[in-house]
Structures are given as C-alpha cells and as structure tokens.
C-alpha cells in the first residue's frame, strides 16, 4: 500500500500581509500530480487545514477543489482536525463523506473508528485511525467515556489533563481496539508535539515549557504514525513517526528549508520504506543584510528579487522612505529592520547600568546614541539633543 503524508496547509494564511492563497494552488496542483503519477491508495492531511478557525471563503473553495481532485486520483482521504481548525466546522459532513471516501475526522469520540483498507498487496487490511487534536480539557472527560475499563471520567472529572496524559488515553483505546480486529496494519494520523521535535517561529504554541509534549512511546506498536503540527519535516524511529511539514514556507525561520511530502511505501508485513519529495512551488525566501546603497546596486542580490525579502539595513542614519525605495528592486520586500552598525540591545550594558547609576538625562541620552550608533554624537547632535530636553522641561543632570 501507499500513501502521501502531507499536512498543515493553513489555508487563507497571509504572510505578513501578503495573501499565499495562489501559491497554495501551486501546492494543491502538485500533491495532486504525485498522487496521480504514484498511484497512492491513501492521501493523509495531517491537520491544520485553515489557518484559523473560521477561515475565509476563498479557503474554504480551494480545500473543497482540493479534495475533489484528490479523489478524482483514485486514493482515499483521511484528514484530521488541527489546533487552528474549529472540529466542529470541518468535520461537519464527515459521516456521509465516509461513504465516498474522504474522512475529515473532528469528533474525537470517533477516534477508535477506523478508515479500514484492503490493499490488493497480499497483506492484511489496514486500519487508519484519524486522531483530531486532543484539545485536553475537552478531550480528556470524553476519552473517559469511551474507556469502559475504568471510571476514567469520574477520576478526570476534579483535575486538569494534560496533551501528553490525553494523547496516551487516546493511543492506548486505538491500540486496544486494534487487538480485536486481528491480524491488522495500522497507521495513526494525528496532529500533537512530539518530544525531540524541531520547531520553526510559525506554529502556534500547544506548551507552556515542556509539560504537554508528547513522548514518541505513546505510539508504539503502529506501523505508521502521520503527525501534523511542526512545520519542519522530521522524522523519530527510523521514519516510522513522522512529519511532513508544511508545503509552503510561512516564516523566515524556514527560508533554508525545502518543503515536501511524504509517500510511504508499507509492505505485506506492515514495514515502511518513505520518499521525502520536494514540492518545489512557491515564492522563495531571502533575508538580505547589508548598507541601503549596496541592497539597491549590488548584482550579487539579483536572485531575490523575485523572493519575499526580509531585509536588515546596518547603515547609521536611517535613509528616508526607506522600504518603497527598497521595493523598487525587491517588490516582495515585507520587512524592513533596522540595525545599525555597533546596535547593541536597548536595556542591555552599559546603558542599563547607567540607568541604574542616576546618570543625568543628556548624559544617559549621549550613552544611549554611542551604544546605538556605535559612535559619539557630533556636536551638532548633542545641540539637537539638548533641545529636546529643554523642550521637555528637562534640566540636564537632574
């Protein structure tokens, strides 16, 4: 059997400001494209299908398109719930989609039902068990009420959970769920933070310090775990637990980053063997540092002018109009930040323990500017500077 591990789509983000919605039709177009030309039985989303809860329309139009060109490619569809997406919302026909092969899995009551596929490989079915994000407060009471080994809802009704503690309950109902099936292959598709894993500065938090990540051992015994919620792709246990990442990059932390999916190749015996595969769509990313002067006529740049652009210009005095000029030959610039040669951090140093000191208002301002600019003020400067103190009603050195 095969299948495409993809997830974290986020469609209807912007990136800072600017909308993605084309080149996530690119993206679309492409895991369309390999799931045709790899003949793949299952297509997997591993969550985070909208950027946010309510996403806007034009979202919402390209994730319907998307799952009927998927289809149209012959594979099932299993997609799960995220922490941006509303469970409720996305999963809203998902009983009645079952019928025609696409589970879009929200209600984490049905976690211990699986999509069931008889691949004509000469091994056993597969079970795929869909796990939407087990939002703790809300999924630890229900996954009680779905465990009737144990008064787990009573226990759970006076305390607070935890992802990791909810995540192992639910786990733990799969595995024994899958025990009276038989001879089964499984994959878990589920959407949670695993320990080890590698973040980037665009996912949203689901920890407050490491308290709620989830330890790798809470899927042992399933022959494929496809996660969801890093945006890097990375894999644990020899590939075995996965991310895909996101196909599109959505923030400069990932400018060096290649975006991919997943296509797993699991034998009779229930052994995975993965092509990680480059999407290869897109606007790239380049953050770009130097003098204005040098940004704007330097040929080494060329390669990102079509790019989106962080730029950071280290010139003394900050030129004026600084970002439409820049634009001019970086029309994908989104963010300018300005650091100075010798910047060293406000509230750091010497001016911190000047602060501290009670040194007199010019005196601290002269220290700030040669902490800032990495050079004393000019006479010029200081006349200014004294200005704008007496304009305050400030006496110098008081």
């Not at 492409?30 to 297509?43: F, P, S």
């Not at 598709?189 to 709620?212: C, K, P, Q, W, Y």
């Not at 040194?359 to 220290?367: H, I, S």
Request: charged fraction near 25%; aromatic fraction near 6%; glycine fraction near 8%.
């Amino acid at each position: 059997m095969r299948l495409l591990h993809t997830s974290d789509w986020h469609l209807g983000r912007t990136f800072h400001g600017e909308s993605l919605l084309t080149e996530q039709q690119e993206a679309v177009d492409r895991l369309v494209e390999l799931a045709r030309d790899a003949e793949v039985d299952l297509v997997v989303i591993a969550g985070d299908l909208y950027d946010r809860a309510i996403p806007p329309a034009d979202a919402i139009n390209l994730f319907n398109e998307a799952l009927v060109r998927l289809h149209d490619t012959g594979a099932r569809i299993v997609a799960i719930a995220g922490n941006h997406d509303s469970a409720a919302r996305v999963a809203v026909a998902d009983q009645l989609l079952e019928h025609a092969g696409v589970t879009i899995r929200g209600d984490v009551a049905r976690c211990t039902r699986p999509l069931r596929l008889d691949p004509d490989d000469g091994g056993p079915t597969v079970a795929v068990y869909p796990v939407p994000y087990l939002e703790p407060s809300l999924a630890g009471p229900l996954l009680g009420r779905l465990d009737d080994t144990d008064d787990a809802e009573a226990a759970g009704a006076s305390r607070r959970f935890r992802h990791r503690e909810v995540t192992d309950h639910a786990t733990t109902l799969i595995r024994r769920h899958a025990a009276n099936l038989g001879a089964v292959r499984t994959v878990v598709v589920a959407h949670t933070f695993v320990a080890g894993g590698t973040t980037s500065d665009s996912e949203r938090d689901l920890t407050v310090g490491n308290i709620d990540l989830v330890d790798t051992s809470a899927f042992d015994g399933f022959d494929y775990v496809a996660l969801g919620h890093l945006h890097r792709d990375q894999a644990f246990d020899d590939g075995r637990v996965a991310y895909s990442g996101t196909p599109l990059p959505y923030s400069f932390s990932k400018e060096r980053d290649t975006k991919s999916v997943r296509i797993v190749e699991m034998d009779a015996r229930g052994h995975c063997r993965t092509e990680v595969v480059p999407l290869g769509v897109g606007r790239p990313l380049r953050t770009l540092r130097g003098a204005f002067d040098d940004l704007l006529g330097n040929p080494d740049f060329a390669d990102a002018e079509q790019a989106r652009v962080r730029i950071q210009l280290t010139d003394l005095d900050l030129p004026l109009q600084a970002m439409p000029r820049l634009q001019q030959r970086f029309p994908h610039a989104v963010v300018l930040e300005y650091e100075p040669r010798g910047n060293v951090a406000a509230g750091s140093g010497d001016v911190a323990s000047a602060v501290r000191s009670g040194m007199g208002p010019l005196d601290l301002a002269l220290r700030f500017w040669s902490e800032l600019y990495g050079a004393d003020a000019s006479e010029s400067q200081q006349t200014v500077l004294k200005d704008a103190l007496a304009a305050t009603g400030t006496e110098d050195n008081e």
